[in-house]
């Protein structure tokens, strides 16, 4: 199993997702949805393989700066 994180710097909001997860798809995103030209990304993104434990991903979020602070894990595919 992978991680990937969803970063979307507007609302200063990141997200830890399983690469399994419907919402991630190994960094791609949801299938069908508009990718634009947004500043919405993932790390790392398709195709490069996912983080390898939670802690990396978790490193990851907690160096993205202070705007960031509504960081967390995905309630859907990360719930405890």
């Not at 991630?24 to 993104?45: I, L, S, V």
């Not at 990396?56 to 700066?65: S, Y």
Request: glycine fraction near 10%.
């Amino acid at each position: 199993m992978a991680y990937h994180v969803k970063v979307i710097p507007p609302s200063g909001r990141a997200r830890i997702h399983k690469d399994s997860c419907k919402f991630c798809r190994e960094g791609q995103g949801m299938e069908n949805q508009d990718k634009g030209t947004g500043p919405t990304y993932w790390e790392p993104a398709h195709p490069n393989k996912g983080m390898v434990t939670i802690k990396e991903a978790e490193n990851f979020m907690a160096n993205l700066g202070l705007r960031y602070k509504d960081k967390g894990k995905c309630p859907y595919c990360m719930k405890s």
